[in-house]
């Protein structure tokens, strides 16, 4: 089996402040350095509902209702983070060999979650990271072009979305 080694995170979460705010949904893919797909895992997380409710609020929320009603709704069906760090842990021993770089969009404020949240999970992680909006912060600055990708708020979309947008600006080193 080819072994992955970029593990692709997103994480939607109640709001962007790693203190006050709660991971509630968690998705991953494994890729080779080549992006191909090894395996895909997602995750509802349960979240206090009083916590939804007082944190998912504002501006950002109001223009994004669609996301933030079908997050407070699948809730009901979430897992403890506890478990969900444990099922990463698993897919990462399925699927990863020694390395494994972490991979996303702005993947540093992910980060900040998975340290206070997934402890386990952030100690198997390489401290280098695949940061695609450092790609886009070139590109759109020193050469005016820019990628242009949906924004759903919803992790696996937004993954899928991240990967399709690094294999755009790859197509520039050909």
């Not at 080549?34 to 409710?53: C, G, Q, W």
């Not at 540093?108 to 386990?120: G, T």
């Not at 759903?152 to 399709?164: K, P, Q, V």
Request: hydrophobic share 40%.
């Amino acid at each position: 089996m080819n072994k992955a080694k970029l593990l692709w995170i997103d994480l939607e979460m109640t709001g962007l402040d790693p203190i006050k705010d709660r991971i509630c949904e968690v998705a991953a893919i494994a890729t080779d350095m080549e992006l191909n797909r090894i395996a895909t895992y997602e995750a509802v997380v349960k979240v206090n509902k009083s916590l939804m409710d007082k944190r998912m609020v504002g501006e950002f929320w109001d223009k994004n209702s669609k996301s933030r009603d079908a997050l407070k709704l699948q809730n009901q069906t979430g897992k403890p983070v506890k478990q969900v760090e444990k099922e990463l842990l698993g897919f990462i021993d399925r699927h990863f060999g020694k390395e494994i770089y972490l991979a996303g969009n702005s993947i540093h404020q992910d980060r900040k979650f998975i340290e206070r949240e997934m402890p386990e999970l952030n100690k198997r992680l390489h401290y280098r990271m695949l940061d695609v909006s450092a790609w886009k912060v070139y590109f759109e600055n020193a050469l005016d072009k820019k990628f242009v990708k949906s924004e759903n708020h919803r992790a696996l979309d937004d993954i899928n979305g991240s990967i399709e947008e690094l294999k755009w600006y790859l197509t520039f080193l050909k």
